[in-house]
């Protein structure tokens, strides 16, 4: 049986075979997808979350169930000039301590329509901020500036 896994991910098509039970992150980050972060790997913080099909999903997804999709890893943190609309929203809100979170809240996050922003403890109860940062996540996701540009 042919097992070789196609994707499109980040505009590329991937073809490879993931190991027999290997979970979607750690099958990217193989294919040199450095973005998709190791966190908890037990599925409980959130960090590594990656859109597919332009949905949420966490490391412990099987690599083999988003075969045939589109797969997007986070980019993590940017230069200013390519920063998306949601990444330059936490840089503005300063929405990060230590950033363990942050590649997987902005993934999460950046899914969200108006209506979802107000509902954000339900909607973002997969992704674990272990510096209890939530009310600066919070302002990034509401507009809020609270650093200055130079
Ligand atoms: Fe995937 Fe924590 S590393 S949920
Ligand atoms: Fe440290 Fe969220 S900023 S875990």
Known sequence: MDRRHELYCQREEISA???PGQCLRTFLRGLGFFGVKKGCDQGDCG???VHIDGKPSICLTPA???AGTRSLPSRGWCATASCTPVQQAFLDAQAFQ???CAAGMIMTAATFDAQAREDLPRLLKGN???CTGYHSIDDALHG???ARRT
Do not use: Y
């Open 144 to 146: 809020v500036v609270n």
């Open 98 to 100: 230590c950033g363990f």
């Open 64 to 66: 083999f169930r988003a």
């Open 47 to 49: 960090a590594c979350t």
């Open 17 to 19: 075979e993931p190991f």
């Open 128 to 130: 674990l901020c272990r």
